[in-house]
């Protein structure tokens, strides 16, 4: 079993920054594969990052193309979203996925999420 606490959310005008973190329970962490989706309201949940045991990454990137960086500490049980240049279709709810298999962009193969934490961005 794996538990997933994001944190780092707020309120934050456009064009600032913002690090999302998402701490994992468990000792099998460094082998998942780790994910972070959102949900703006009256929208569907959609994939921004993922970044694979090893580290490599994967964007969604006509969203967020050079302003999330996606980033993981094995040794900390955490996944980051940096955000920069945060602009306000950014607003969403944040959730961090973690999948043993590897996930992709619809949501499949995850076998855990966090609780999601909340990103406005104000004009």
């Known amino acids: 079993q794996v538990q997933l606490v994001e944190s780092g959310g707020g309120l934050v005008q456009a064009g600032g920054s913002l690090r999302l973190s998402c701490a994992a329970s468990?000792?099998?962490?460094?082998?998942?594969?780790m994910g972070w989706f959102r949900q703006a309201p009256g929208k569907e949940r959609a994939f921004v990052a993922s970044i694979t045991w090893s580290g490599r990454t994967i964007y969604d990137v006509d969203s967020v193309k050079g302003r999330f960086t996606i980033s993981r500490d094995n040794a900390k049980n955490t996944v980051y979203l940096q955000m920069n240049s945060l602009k306000p279709e950014d607003t969403a709810v944040y959730f961090c996925a973690a999948s043993q298999l590897g996930l992709d962009r619809l949501g499949r193969g995850i076998d855990y999420w966090g609780q999601g934490t909340q990103v406005t961005v104000s004009s």
């Open positions: 468990g000792r099998t962490f460094s082998t998942y594969t």
